[in-house]
C-alpha cells in the first residue's frame, strides 16, 4: 500500500510505474505496497505517483550502526522454543510440509486449514509458543493477528536473528540482529486516510521490484490493510515494504506519512533487508 499523498486531496496520475510481470513465485496477485490499477498481477496497495524522478539524500538519513549478517535461517532442533526466544536473541520460523490443519488451542477445536504456501511461496511462520506436539503460529492471511496451533508432524523449524520495529510516531523503520538495532531508518508511512496498521506480523516473502521506483525488492508483510479491503480488484490490500517511489525528498531524513499504508524506504535503507528471511517478525507500532 504505497501511495503518493503528499498533501491531503492532491492526487496526480502522471508518471505510473510501468505494469511488469512479477517473480514465478508470486504470480498470483499480491497486494504488497503501492501497484498501480495496471498492475492487476499483484494485489499490494495501489499508489498514485506524485513524483516520478528521485531525489538525493544526506547521509545523515540513516542510522546504520551495523550491518546484517548474511546468509539464511539457520536451522534448529525442535526443543525449549521458549527458551531459546528469551532475551529477543532469536526467533524461531516454522516452514510447513503443506496444507494442515489449525487448531483453536493444542487438541482444541479446529479454525480452518493453515496453508502450505500463499501466493505460491512455501509459508513460513513465526513460532510464538509451543507444547509437546504442538507449535502455535502467526499466519499471513487475514485478518490481522490471526494464529493457530498445528501439530509438528512435519515442520521443518529454522531460527532467524532479525526482526523489525516500524514505529509510525517516529516514522522510522529499526532492524534489530539479535536484539542489537543494526538500521534505524527514516520511512515512509499510510497517510491518515489509509494508515499503516499497528500490531505484530512477519516478513511473508520477498518478489521482484515491478519496476525502478519500488527499490531493489519488495518484501511482502503478513499484514493488510484496515481501511482497504479490495485494491484494484485484486482481492486483498497487503502491506509492503518497498522503494520510495520517487518520494526520497518527502521521506528525508524524518520520514513521512505518504502511503496507502505500506513502508516506504530510501533505496539503499531497503537493500539492507536482503538478508532478513521469510518468517522474521515485523511489529507495527504507534
Not at 501439530?151 to 539479535?178: E, F, K, W
Request: glycine residues 12%.
Amino acid at each position: 500500500m504505497h501511495n503518493g499523498v503528499v498533501s491531503e486531496g492532491e492526487v496526480r496520475t502522471e508518471g505510473k510505474p510501468d505494469p511488469v510481470e512479477p517473480h514465478p513465485r508470486a504470480r498470483r496477485r499480491l497486494l504488497v505496497g503501492a501497484v498501480v490499477a495496471a498492475l492487476v498481477s499483484l494485489s499490494w496497495v495501489g499508489v498514485t505517483v506524485l513524483h516520478t524522478h528521485s531525489q538525493p539524500r544526506g547521509d545523515a538519513a540513516t542510522t546504520r550502526i551495523s550491518s546484517p549478517r548474511a546468509g539464511k535461517a539457520d536451522a534448529v532442533t525442535p526443543t525449549t522454543i521458549i527458551a531459546q526466544t528469551t532475551g529477543d536473541q532469536v526467533n524461531l520460523i516454522a516452514t510447513l510440509p503443506g496444507d494442515v490443519q489449525g487448531y483453536a488451542s493444542p487438541n482444541g477445536p479446529t479454525t480452518g486449514i493453515v496453508p502450505g504456501s500463499w501466493y505460491g511461496v512455501v509459508s513460513a511462520l513465526p513460532v510464538i509458543a509451543d507444547t509437546p506436539g504442538w507449535y502455535e503460529v502467526r499466519l499471513a492471511q487475514r485478518p490481522n493477528g490471526s494464529t493457530a496451533w498445528i501439530r509438528t508432524a512435519g515442520v521443518i523449524l529454522t531460527s532467524t536473528p532479525y526482526r523489525m520495529v516500524v514505529n509510525l510516531t517516529t516514522m522510522h523503520l529499526t532492524l534489530y540482529d539479535q536484539g542489537n538495532p543494526v538500521l534505524n531508518a527514516p520511512a515512509g508511512i499510510g497517510a491518515p486516510d489509509d494508515p499503516t496498521p499497528t500490531g505484530e506480523y512477519f516478513v511473508a516473502f520477498f518478489t521482484q521490484a515491478p519496476s525502478p521506483g519500488y527499490g531493489p525488492f519488495v518484501v511482502v508483510t503478513s499484514a493488510h490493510s484496515d481501511t482497504i479491503a479490495d485494491w484494484e480488484g485484486s482481492g486483498d490490500a497487503i502491506i509492503a515494504i518497498h522503494g520510495p517511489l520517487g518520494l526520497d525528498a518527502e521521506i528525508g531524513t524524518t520520514g513521512a506519512a505518504i502511503s496507502h499504508g505500506c513502508i516506504r524506504l530510501h533505496d539503499s535503507d531497503l537493500a539492507q533487508l536482503r538478508d532478513v528471511p521469510a518468517g522474521s517478525p515485523i511489529d507495527i507500532v504507534g
